[in-house]
């Protein structure tokens, strides 16, 4: 069945290190599994966004989109950059739920995160030109199998990464994991921009 064949496929890309298992971990080891709950949520809504949209527009008649796809770039970018700024201005966190004004950024920054990820990206292309190119009956519950099989497999990382060893350490070295989170979503937003 191609579309178990698909899903075990992306299982092995979303536990490979890349953009959305570093967002993950990073939450997840400050702030416990309840605090990574948001940017589980937007990572798994951005799969199955990316998922969508590839599939629209890969499966459909070429329409002229490209004023909306770069707008939709610029604001993707933007809100990176954003999310960057915040994460590098914020005081140490303690563990535990975020404030709900940084829940809305964490859901914003998974959900960016996903969608831009080029390795997903390449994936999802891949398989909706290759081997899902004529199982057309399928394609509409695909975004919805992307999005539960990366909301699954994204807490159950952050359950692993909030354990309270990963935590200490997590607390213990906070300034340099926010730097580098930062770091990874300005890289995201520059190669987002970059790409226009």
Request: aromatic share 4%; glycine share 8%.
């Amino acid at each position: 069945m191609p579309v178990r064949d698909f899903l075990l496929a992306y299982l092995a890309i979303l536990v490979t290190p890349g953009p959305n298992l570093l967002v993950i971990a990073g939450v997840a080891a400050l702030r416990g599994l309840r605090g990574a709950l948001p940017i589980c949520l937007g990572i798994a809504l951005g799969a199955g966004t990316l998922n969508a949209a590839l599939a629209a527009t890969l499966l459909t008649a070429p329409v002229a989109t490209a004023g909306w796809t770069g707008l939709g770039r610029m604001a993707a970018a933007t809100l990176l950059l954003v999310v960057a700024l915040a994460i590098v201005r914020t005081r140490p966190p303690r563990a535990g739920r975020a404030a709900r004004r940084a829940q809305g950024a964490e859901f914003g920054a998974g959900f960016c995160t996903a969608l831009t990820n080029p390795i997903t990206a390449a994936f999802f292309a891949a398989q909706l030109l290759g081997p899902l190119a004529l199982a057309d009956c399928l394609i509409p519950v695909l975004p919805l199998a992307v999005a539960g099989t990366a909301l699954t497999v994204s807490l159950g990382l952050a359950a692993l990464l909030a354990r309270p060893a990963c935590q200490r350490f997590a607390l213990a070295w906070q300034r340099p994991i926010r730097l580098v989170s930062a770091a990874m979503l300005v890289a995201m937003a520059t190669s987002i921009l970059a790409s226009l």
